[in-house]
């Protein structure tokens, strides 16, 4: 329940013409999503082991196997509705964020307006989604990665075993390395400003040992894939 002076707060910048949602009543909202859907994750986890399920099974955990366990339970239709209402705010908070780095991109790479460049990430957006929409619909007969499998396992794979670690090997190499920004920069960039600063002695940690660690991870998630 919210509590009554946000709803004063939200009624005086209403009447003072200044709209209705302010920082602090986004902030505060935003954060009881974020807890709610925490929460009801720690939930489904324990409904998973209750059930049987393999809570790290997948794409198909979220949109084949919930809803059957949903089904089974005392409630389920209200649980299941709140479940996927509390994921879309988390999917729609999270990807703003995301859909302003591109956006930003076509900006500042080909100073594009920002009218413009919102148009073509639209365009390319909704027509690159489509096989994530179809997946389980009309591709679901598509195994891209053998039995089983769903165009969303394909493009899971992608992103997690290859370009978040590879993106995250390139980060380092590109701050630490000479050929790139070089350590020098990247601490200058760093410790700009007031606060903690970065420490100098981590530099051998983050040029050497951090990319090897980053490395295993990449080879680990193959092997556990492909050979395991």
Partial sequence: MLCPALWRGSAAALGAGEGFLTCGSVSFFTAGLGASFTGSLIC???????????PGEGPGLVFVTLPN?????AGGRL???LFFVFMSFAALSTIIAVFENII?????LWGWTR????LVNLILILVLSMPCVLGFNV?????????GSTIQDLED????NNLLPLGSLMYLLFCTSHYGWGWDRF??????????KFPQWARFYVSYILPLIVLFIFVMGYWQKFAA
């Fill in 79 to 81: 649980w299941g509705t």
């Fill in 69 to 73: 366990i949903f089904n089974q339970m």
């Fill in 187 to 196: 601490i200058a960039e760093a410790d700009a400003g007031k606060g903690i």
């Fill in 44 to 54: 489904l986890a324990g409904a998973c082991f209750a059930f049987g399920v393999d």
């Fill in 157 to 160: 794979f992608i992103v997690s």
């Fill in 139 to 147: 591709w679901s007969g598509i195994a891209p990665l053998g039995a």
């Fill in 104 to 108: 930003s991109f076509g900006i500042d």
């Fill in 115 to 118: 009218k413009k460049s919102v």
